[in-house]
């Protein structure tokens, strides 16, 4: 094995556990293994991995794909790649790409955002019709900046903009000879969308290393990928809208909804809210409507015809179809656009007021929602397929992937090489089993997990569990809200500085904070739901600006995972509680699941208990994040120090089991 090349990397000394790791992704890169690495926060992983992954890949003509699962964490892939080319004067090319339509300039409607499908259409549309200047025009002069220089995708974006340049055509023509592309995990793990930019930058899986960043977001990634919903209540909208375009469509429509309350009832019947349903029941039922119809179709064709009708409304807004369009369409495409251009979603005329431009987006969204649920239905990958009637009034279908391996596993048998590592990827056999990567599903590569112990100093961190405390749900109730509120209190009269409290849902803040001491509360900081973006850095701003603040926020939210917590902001966190599962019929499934190919023990740990851990890990984990900084960690659960739970923490994680955590926290902060 080579060994490390210490001027490539751009920082002056190179921590225990970093080397450590370098070596091993080294190891992994030249013997394309996978390595699956639990890296405690600090340890510097992004540097520790791009450096001898990217030594090897110029070396040996690969390409290296560094995922994310979020925005923040593009920027920290391309400030660390800058550095490396900056120190260690390499030439190499590196190219930052998020999703086609957030690089799209002429994006206005937040639909193109949440679908795919419609922003495609619209994409191919302008292309074809040349209605867009950016894809027409080609400007080497724009290549060459984002070839030589390594640019956050926010700069290649308004670089190309202002030379009117295509911003992600751009970007995947550069990527089609660079030595990093940072990227999102769907250009992966999607298919459709791998498929795609593969062929359009000219590589095969074999010539990838692929680094995933953050990887313990991975498995949900995937699921949500092959997962939707829907409700009765969109149903009944997308028939509504549809009503006087497609009567035969709007009939389909209804019977669709017939098929809902075929399902309410049976749901009533068993006295349950909640019942499976077999992914041929709804096919089968669909079919026997559609046969029945004036003009028959199959079930694709009644997908594919609520697709185009949705697609179809942003061309129904122009005043007429011209020479140069009018064979672009197909005869059911003319004949959706003719009655479109006759509906009152129409743009043109008086009913292009912004009162029926936000009724046209609505008609759309309900519609292709429709579409796209009954695409993904027929998937033959194995879900967890239930309908829902915990809100009686508007039921809702279902559907979710239960095994995010079929996958994943087969993309890791074929790149060349994979590193996976997180803060939280623990403990690292789950990881493997659930992404399926285990000698039993990829034959030929090495598997080899690590779990390395942070470098910084361990009486900068102390760990307590709580006594007597919890959110156990059987022990819930005012009395106990008041005992943590009470404490948190408590601890919080003693942190000098910042400090958040994380609980496991927004109703248990709601109930807890109503209780905490005036001192807590005239401090606070609450994360709301369904708070934007903007809303979201404001409050972390506040909280970075002010001495002693205290932020109240959920565990699995922004404030718990991604986000950096610069210069030591946060002295104290609590997390209170375990943010587990209700035991709804998908969480059992997916348990029984786990079960049925692991064992009844690995099947609770990995269905159930696993998963809320790791959004305590997280939570716990923005404390620390250099080598200077202090931080308290009260774990407000007495089942931390109890099996199992104790069992899934990291082995790091040497915890001190009191009732006087404010004792403690007060001698933390006097030493």
């Known amino acids: 094995m080579t060994e490390p090349n210490a001027s490539n990397f ?24 996978i390595l699956i690495a639990h890296a405690p926060t600090g340890i510097g992983k992004t540097v520790a991995a791009l450096v001898p992954a990217l030594q090897y890949a110029l070396g040996n003509e690969k390409t290296v794909f560094f995922l994310t699962s979020k925005r923040s964490q593009h920027k920290i892939a391309i400030d660390t790649l800058r550095l490396i080319k900056q120190h260690a004067k390499l030439n190499f090319v590196a190219v930052d790409v998020t999703s086609k339509q957030s690089m799209c300039p002429r994006v206005t409607s937040p639909l193109y955002q949440e679908y795919y499908s419609l922003f495609n259409e619209f994409c191919k549309s302008e292309q074809k019709n040349k209605r867009c200047r950016y894809s027409l025009k080609n400007d080497e002069e724009a290549l060459r900046r984002i070839r030589d220089d390594i ?152 997908v594919n015809t609520l697709q185009s009708i949705a697609e ?17 369409f197909s005869a059911e495409e003319k004949r959706i656009l003719k009655t479109l251009k006759k509906s009152r979603y129409s743009v043109s005329g008086t009913t292009g007021s912004p009162r029926y431009k936000k009724e046209k987006e609505a008609a759309q969204r309900n519609i292709v929602s429709v579409a796209e649920f009954l695409d993904g239905w027929r998937t033959r990958e194995k879900c967890v397929r239930i309908f829902s009637l915990v809100q009686r009034e508007n039921p809702m279908l279902y559907f979710k992937l239960l095994d995010p391996s079929v996958i994943s596993a ?30 039993a599903r990829i034959k ?69 904070a109503a209780h905490l001491p005036e001192d807590v509360s005239s401090r606070a900081l609450v994360e709301r739901r369904k708070m934007n973006k903007g809303e979201k850095n404001r409050l972390y701003e506040s909280l970075r600006d002010t001495t002693g603040g205290i932020l109240l926020a959920v565990q699995g939210g922004s404030f718990s995972e991604g986000l950096d917590y610069e210069s030591n902001t946060l002295k104290a966190i609590i997390v209170v509680g375990v943010p587990l599962s ?90």
């Not at 751009?10 to 293994?33: C, H, L, T, Y």
């Not at 998963?611 to 007495?638: F, H, N």
């Not at 109890?642 to 902060?669: G, H, I, M, W």
């Open 10 to 33: 751009p920082f002056p000394a190179i921590r225990a556990g970093q080397r450590e790791f370098m070596e091993d992704v080294r190891d992994s890169v030249e013997s394309e293994k």
């Open 151 to 302: 640019l956050h995708v926010e700069e290649l974006y308004g670089w190309c903009t202002g030379r009117g340049v295509c911003p992600y055509k751009a970007a995947l023509e550069v990527a089609e000879r660079a030595d990093v592309v940072v990227c999102d995990y769907n250009y992966l793990f999607s298919p459709d969308i791998a498929e795609m930019v593969l062929e359009k930058i000219e590589a095969g899986l074999d010539d990838l290393i692929v680094i995933v960043d953050e990887a313990h977001n991975l498995p949900d990634r995937i699921r949500n990928n092959l997962s939707n919903t829907l409700r009765m209540s969109t149903v009944t909208s997308a028939a509504r809208e549809i009503r006087y375009i497609d009567r035969e469509m709007y009939g389909n429509l209804m019977e669709l909804e017939k098929i809902f309350t075929k399902l309410a009832l049976e749901a009533s019947k068993n006295k349950a809210v909640e019942i499976a349903v077999e992914r041929d029941f709804l096919l089968e039922e669909m079919e026997k409507v559609l046969r029945r119809r004036i003009e028959a179709i199959s079930y694709d064709d009644f």
């Open 312 to 328: 179809k409304f942003e061309t129904a807004g122009e005043a007429k179809t011209t020479e140069s369009t009018k064979d672009v």
């Open 410 to 439: 087969p993309i890791f048998a074929r790149v060349h090489a994979t590193i996976m590592m997180s803060g939280t990827l623990c403990p690292t056999e789950m990881y493997a089993d659930v992404l399926g990567a285990t000698p």
């Open 444 to 512: 030929g590569k090495e598997i080899v997990m690590r779990e390395y112990r942070s470098p910084f100093p361990e009486e900068n961190r102390q760990i307590v569990v709580t006594k007597e405390l919890t959110t156990k749900y059987t022990e819930r109730g005012e009395e106990m809200y008041m005992k943590v509120a009470e404490k948190i209190g408590e601890v919080a009269q003693y942190v000098k500085g910042g400090m958040a409290v994380f609980f496991p849902s927004y109703a248990l803040l709601k109930s807890i």
């Open 582 to 671: 209700p035991p709804t019929l998908d969480v059992k499934t997916i348990e029984g699941y786990y079960t049925g190919k692991y064992g009844s023990e690995k099947g609770r740990l990995y269905g159930y208990l696993y998963p809320a851990v790791t959004k305590v890990l997280q939570a716990a984990g923005r404390g620390i994040r250099s080598e200077q900084d202090r931080c308290i960690i009260v774990l407000m659960d007495y089942r931390f120090a109890q099996f199992p739970y104790k069992n899934c923490l990291p082995s790091d994680y040497n915890v001190t089991f009191t009732d006087r955590a404010e004792v403690l926290c007060r001698n933390f902060f006097l030493t």
